[in-house]
Structure formats: structure tokens, C-alpha cells
């Protein structure tokens, strides 16, 4: 019977060593957020995955010009608020510039670009990229998470830092950013959101669109992210 009763012991002893072996610490991610573009459209459709990472136990920081869209947002969900702009929920070009020319294109084109060096302007004049800086020193993030869209100047950040960053895109990505991620582009017959066809392109529609794709890559990388 003493046998039994040491062997029990043993099994059990044994089985509970091994129960405490699996059990392991898990340790939430120190996340950094940057979305320098005012338009809350765009930010509307990255709030439910920065926010639902922060319910998940990651520390997530976000620079933005738009605050928490609930009410009540996780405790290890951080805001840094840019100012200087105000948020716009949408716009359409629609009834700015109902054509579709190549000029209209152009001129649209030369909008996004400006309103991205403005963004940028008002991040770096911010007090946050400094505050991000020394914040990494004392306990690094190890991730950052932004926006393609009209400006890279963001990306400056993560480089230094040396980490890794994932894009998001709350619209059809844009033509200079299909190269990014080895996406090949046809513009033969699959249309940018710059033309924007509703129907099947006929030949002069397929020329502007392969124009424009091509003009806007060098545009944007000879001028923007010069």
C-alpha cells in the first residue's frame, strides 16, 4: 500500500512539473503608430486594428491628428495629436475635377503631393518625434505601423530606429507604391485610381492610364521623396 501511495505521489509530483513547464510569460509587443495625413476617412480604417492590438495586450503609441473614435479606448492605447490641421472626414474630386484628363490628373496629383509635405512638416515640428527618439532608448518599440499614401518622409523614422515597418493603405494603392512590394502593374487594363473608367477602357483610355502610371512613379520619387 505504501508503494501505491509513493507512486501516486510520484505521478502526481510528475504530472504538475510538467503542467508548470507549460506555462509560459508572454510579453505584449511596444508598438509605434505613425499616420501624419489629416483625413479622417483614412485613419477610420486603421483604428479598429491598432485598437484591437492594444485589447490584445500590446503597448501601442500612435501619432495622428485624429483621437480614439470611441469613447473609452484601452489603457495601453496612446494618443500623440498633431495639430496645425483640420481633419477632414472626405473628399472627392469629383465636382473639382470631373474630367479626367491628363492635366486633371496632374493638378490632383500635385494636391496629394502638397498636402504630403505639409504632413510632414507638421510631424516634424511636432515635439512627438523627439519624445519617440528618446522613449526608444529607454525601452525600445519593436514596430512601427504607418501609412502609404502620399509621403514617405515618416519612414525616416523606423530607419533609424532600425526597425521593422508594416504599410497599410486605406485606399487602391497607389501607382508609385506597386514597385514596393514587387507588384507587378498593367496598365493596359487595369486602371490606377487616378483614371478611374467605370467601364472597360477603350484604346485612348488605356494610353492615359499607362501615361499617368508611368509619369506618377517618377514624379513621385523624383519630386516627392527627393
Sequence with gaps: MKMKEETAILLLAFALFIAIGQI???????????????????FKVYYPL???????GHHVTVVTHIAALNETKPANYEELLLK???TTNMITFADVL?????????????FVHNE?????KRLYESVYVDKIFKRHERKPYDLVITEYFNTDCQLG?????????VGLSSCVLMPFHYDRIALPDFPSYVQS??????EVLKWHERLLNFLQ???????????TNY
Design 24 to 42: 509560459a510569460t508572454v510579453n505584449g509587443s511596444r508598438i509605434l503608430g505613425i499616420f501624419p495625413h489629416f483625413g479622417y476617412s483614412h
Design 84 to 86: 496645425g490641421r483640420e
Design 157 to 165: 523614422i523606423p530607419y533609424l530606429l532600425q526597425l521593422p515597418v
Design 193 to 198: 485610381e487616378f483614371v478611374g473608367f467605370p
Design 116 to 120: 504630403g509635405q505639409k504632413a510632414c
Design 213 to 223: 502610371m508611368k509619369l506618377l512613379k517618377h514624379i513621385y520619387r523624383y519630386r
Design 98 to 110: 470631373p474630367h479626367r484628363t491628363l492635366y486633371d490628373i496632374l493638378t490632383e496629383i500635385n
Design 50 to 56: 491598432l485598437r484591437a492590438l492594444a485589447e490584445r
